[in-house]
């Protein structure tokens, strides 16, 4: 017997109602997360994706000029991903490179598993970030990989060229985009700051020439280098492409290199590489830092080594952690609360051993340990000041926290702090004779000094007058070499260097671009 014959015809039309609803909910339940931490954002589309804009004195294109083509990202299935390496397959979206020198660099990883795994297993501290940073923008997730190339995941890395952190920024690069340098942090370096300033970089170069593979290029060689060789190729009727340009040999692999390390994450078991497994969780939370504290009872409180606590921390190049300048720190997921929990239980105690001090006149070191009242090989290795150099007056130096200096550093000192050095010069005493017509200002300059040292020198007015054959006291660098005749500047390519100054490799040209 039908069970539903006995119901009323109105109460069997809301039960069916009831079962269509709840059947549409279920559906609706099985949609992909929006979260941050799981979605994926559409390719980034905006009208300067297709009318790029070049600075002054680079390139000058009418819109359309340049192809703009996104790779469509890769459904998102029903499940977040689990593992890091999936999410960003699942963010692809650039364009593929297929050449001769992309199969080069594929062979070259798939053959060093050693060094693969290396750089995948230090990249697992910092790739979540990245990857949330870029899905954030909607960026292609395939600049998450760009740090294996610059620096093979090294925050720590330094070229010949003088670029420094994972995202290799040049000194004047990173502080046009806000990276502070001074003797107690490095923002280079910086796990978030370098990353921040790292994708707003290449946004702007996407933004200037509208196509990912040029604003790669750009960021190797530099967008003026870009531009004017885009101009060059317009200009014989070539097309505009990264392909096509003529470029140094280190910017021709570098798109290459990128493309062969995003097929092997795509498809690691096509090259027998194996990858770590990465989960899609956060390595590090931000703690923040309201006292000055030493870099070790950091690191203790966490119950971290301390080399673990330098690599989400590397832009710190002191024993000691500035609130006023650094007020927070990245520490291990699980180890926060630990660092936090101490923290408190330590209560008011002090956390630092090190302050900063200012040198008031330029002195020996020395001079300034004993200002201080510490040992002078202490200061120096903390200060690292080389032997026969002078601290030049206004620069900061790291000292003990002891009766007047235990005080936390300011945050003007924290931010603006430099330390200048400056060759120790000895100096000995020798004799000179005035000629006829020479006051104390001819003779002075005769022998490179000042009028006002000469007369001191030798006790005399320095408007008192000479007489021919008059012996006076000079003071000159017992190393000086005699002044010979000037030489002729050597010129290269037409700008003036310096004659016999070594020629920049090909890779410190490149880094110097940026």
Same mark, same amino acid.
């Given at each position: 017997?039908?069970?539903?014959?006995?119901?009323?015809?109105?109460?069997?039309?809301?039960?069916?109602?009831?079962?269509?609803?709840?059947?549409?909910?279920?559906?609706?339940?099985?949609?992909?997360?929006?979260?941050?931490?799981?979605?994926?954002?559409?390719?980034?589309?905006?009208?300067?994706?297709?009318?790029?804009?070049? $600075?002054? +004195?680079?390139?000058?294109?009418?819109? +359309?000029?340049?192809?703009?083509?996104?790779?469509?990202?890769?459904?998102?299935?029903?499940?977040?991903?689990?593992?890091? &390496?999936?999410?960003?397959?699942?963010?692809?979206? #650039?364009?593929?490179?297929?050449?001769?020198?992309?199969?080069?660099?594929?062979?070259? =990883?798939?053959?060093?598993?050693? =060094?693969?795994?290396?750089?995948?297993?230090?990249?697992?501290?910092? !790739?979540?970030?990245?990857?949330?940073?870029?899905?954030?923008?909607?960026?292609?997730?395939?600049?998450?990989?760009?740090?294996?190339?610059?620096?093979?995941?090294?925050?720590? %890395?330094?070229?010949?060229?003088?670029?420094?952190? @994972?995202?290799?920024?040049?000194?004047?690069? +990173?502080? =046009?985009?806000?990276?502070?340098?001074?003797?107690?942090?490095?923002?280079?370096?910086?796990?978030?700051?370098?990353?921040?300033?790292?994708?707003?970089?290449?946004?702007?170069?996407?933004?200037?020439?509208?196509?990912?593979?040029? %604003?790669?290029?750009?960021?190797?060689?530099? $967008?003026?280098?870009?531009?004017?060789?885009?101009?060059?190729?317009?200009?014989?009727?070539?097309?505009?492409?990264? *392909?096509?340009?003529?470029?140094?040999?280190?910017?021709?692999?570098?798109?290459? /290199?990128?493309? %062969?390390?995003?097929?092997?994450?795509?498809?690691?078991?096509?090259?027998?590489?194996?990858?770590?497994?990465?989960?899609?969780?956060?390595?590090?939370?931000?703690?923040?830092?309201?006292?000055?504290?030493?870099? %070790?009872?950091?690191?203790?409180?966490?119950?971290?080594?301390?080399?673990?606590?330098?690599? !989400?921390?590397?832009?710190?190049?002191?024993?000691?952690?500035?609130?006023?300048?650094?007020?927070?720190?990245?520490?291990?997921?699980?180890?926060?609360?630990?660092?936090?929990?101490?923290?408190?239980?330590?209560?008011?105690?002090?956390?630092?051993? &090190?302050?900063? &001090?200012?040198?008031?006149?330029? @002195?020996?070191?020395? $001079?300034?340990?004993?200002?201080?009242?510490?040992?002078?090989?202490?200061?120096?290795?903390?200060? +690292?000041?080389?032997?026969? #150099?002078?601290?030049?007056?206004?620069?900061?130096?790291?000292?003990?926290?002891?009766?007047? !200096?235990?005080?936390?550093?300011?945050?003007? @000192?924290?931010?603006?702090?430099?330390?200048?050095?400056?060759?120790?010069?000895? !100096?000995?005493?020798?004799?000179?004779?005035?000629?006829?017509?020479?006051?104390?200002?001819?003779?002075?300059?005769?022998?490179?000094?000042?009028?006002?040292?000469?007369?001191? &020198?030798?006790?005399?007015?320095?408007?008192?007058?000479? /007489?021919?054959?008059?012996?006076?006291?000079?003071?000159?660098?017992?190393?000086?070499?005699?002044?010979?005749?000037?030489?002729?500047?050597?010129?290269?390519?037409?700008?003036?260097?310096?004659?016999?100054?070594?020629?920049?490799?090909?890779?410190?040209?490149?880094? *110097?671009?940026?």
């Amino acid at each position: 017997m039908n069970p539903f014959k006995r119901l009323p015809a109105r109460s069997l039309k809301l039960g069916l109602a009831l079962c269509v609803a709840l059947w549409l909910t279920a559906c609706a339940n099985l949609a992909p997360a929006t979260s941050p931490s799981t979605a994926v954002a559409e390719p980034v589309a905006s009208t300067s994706a297709t009318a790029p804009v070049a $600075e002054p +004195g680079t390139s000058h294109f009418a819109q +359309g000029d340049l192809p703009v083509s996104l790779k469509p990202r890769a459904s998102l299935g029903l499940l977040p991903p689990q593992d890091i &390496w999936e999410r960003i397959r699942r963010g692809f979206a #650039m364009p593929d490179l297929d050449n001769e020198l992309v199969r080069d660099r594929e062979q070259w =990883y798939a053959t060093r598993p050693d =060094y693969m795994l290396r750089m995948t297993e230090r990249s697992r501290r910092y !790739l979540f970030h990245i990857v949330g940073e870029l899905e954030r923008r909607n960026m292609p997730t395939e600049l998450a990989l760009l740090p294996f190339i610059e620096s093979a995941f090294n925050p720590e %890395a330094v070229s010949s060229a003088k670029a420094a952190g @994972m995202w290799q920024f040049m000194p004047a690069t +990173g502080k =046009y985009f806000d990276l502070k340098q001074n003797m107690f942090r490095d923002e280079r370096r910086d796990v978030l700051e370098s990353t921040r300033a790292a994708l707003d970089y290449l946004q702007k170069l996407y933004d200037m020439f509208g196509d990912w593979h040029l %604003a790669l290029a750009a960021y190797n060689w530099g $967008e003026g280098s870009v531009g004017k060789a885009l101009a060059r190729n317009k200009a014989l009727g070539k097309a505009l492409t990264y *392909s096509d340009l003529n470029m140094p040999n280190e910017t021709r692999y570098y798109v290459p /290199k990128l493309q %062969a390390v995003k097929n092997i994450v795509a498809q690691p078991e096509a090259y027998n590489v194996q990858l770590p497994l990465i989960r899609n969780h956060p390595y590090f939370k931000s703690v923040a830092i309201e006292r000055d504290i030493d870099v %070790a009872i950091a690191a203790k409180f966490a119950d971290v080594s301390l080399a673990d606590f330098k690599a !989400l921390n590397p832009s710190m190049s002191r024993p000691v952690i500035l609130a006023a300048g650094t007020p927070q720190v990245l520490l291990p997921w699980d180890n926060a609360d630990t660092f936090e929990r101490n923290l408190r239980e330590h209560g008011r105690q002090p956390l630092a051993t &090190w302050t900063a &001090w200012v040198a008031p006149r330029t @002195m020996k070191a020395e $001079e300034a340990a004993q200002s201080v009242d510490m040992p002078a090989d202490l200061l120096r290795a903390a200060n +690292g000041i080389p032997a026969k #150099m002078l601290v030049k007056a206004g620069s900061t130096l790291l000292v003990h926290r002891k009766g007047a !200096l235990d005080k936390d550093v300011t945050e003007h @000192m924290a931010d603006n702090a430099q330390l200048a050095l400056a060759p120790e010069v000895v !100096l000995k005493r020798v004799l000179v004779t005035a000629r006829k017509g020479d006051n104390l200002a001819i003779l002075a300059a005769r022998h490179g000094v000042t009028a006002a040292n000469m007369a001191s &020198w030798n006790s005399i007015n320095v408007v008192s007058a000479l /007489k021919p054959g008059q012996s006076l006291a000079v003071f000159v660098p017992s190393q000086a070499a005699r002044p010979g005749p000037k030489a002729a500047p050597a010129r290269h390519r037409g700008k003036v260097v310096a004659k016999n100054s070594p020629a920049k490799s090909s890779s410190a040209r490149q880094k *110097s671009k940026r």
